[in-house]
């Protein structure tokens, strides 16, 4: 794929294995299906098709991403051949170029190696999921999906620690706030605050 077209229909849909043609009636079904999906990595205690997540490995992100999502799009667990930015209250966020792809896989995976040597500490991990969420955030690999991938690859690095995160509507928007602004320490402090 080269272009946007590319994963269109021609009335502007994503195209889909379901042969959905209505935007809306997608993203219903798009929502429902990756949330059973989310349910059932967690209940297989984050176990995929006989793999273990323990998010030390960036490339898990294409797992988690194809269990969401594989059941709707061709493209799940393969990452985007075109450039993506996106417009919220205003303001333009420009990820990753995939020209990069490379440099930014090689600095997350550096990073995920430094998180596994941090001590289990809700300070000292919330700090660092700071940094490396935002840094995630901004590689958005994926043309559809990318903040739910994150959220399960999320869980699994704060369980990699003995902690577990406590996502309520308030921690939500802040959330959303600090991946909007790219902003690393608002990110950290929503991290102090759901990491249990």
């Given at each position: 794929?080269k ?15 379901l042969?959905?043609t209505?935007?809306?009636e997608l993203?219903v ?10 349910q059932?990595i967690?209940?297989?205690?984050y ?13 898990e ?19 985007r051949e ?6 919220s ?20 995976q ?12 809700k ?11 935002t840094a995630?955030n901004?590689?958005h ?12 690859f999320?869980?699994?690095?704060a ?14 928007e ?22 249990h």
């Open positions: 794929m272009s946007w077209e590319d994963y269109l229909q021609p009335n502007g849909t994503l195209r889909n294995k042969e959905i209505d935007d809306e993203h079904v798009e929502y429902n299906v990756s949330r059973q999906a989310q059932l967690r209940q297989n205690h176990v995929i098709a006989g793999y273990q997540l323990i998010s030390r490995d960036i490339t992100l294409k797992r988690i991403n194809r269990a969401l999502l594989g059941d709707i799009y061709d493209w799940a667990g393969q990452y075109v450039d993506f930015n996106k417009t209250n205003g303001v333009v966020t420009h990820f990753h170029p995939v020209s990069l792809f490379g440099n930014a896989e090689w600095d997350l550096r990073q995920l190696t430094e998180f596994a040597t941090l001590p289990s500490n300070a000292v991990v919330a700090d660092a999921l700071g940094e490396l969420v995630l901004m590689f690999p994926f043309r559809e999906g990318n903040g739910r991938t994150l959220r399960v999320t869980t699994v690095l369980r990699q620690k003995g902690l577990r995160l406590a996502f309520m509507q308030e921690q939500q802040a959330y959303m706030t600090a991946s909007i602004q790219d902003d690393p320490k608002l990110m950290a402090a929503v991290f102090q605050e759901i990491l």
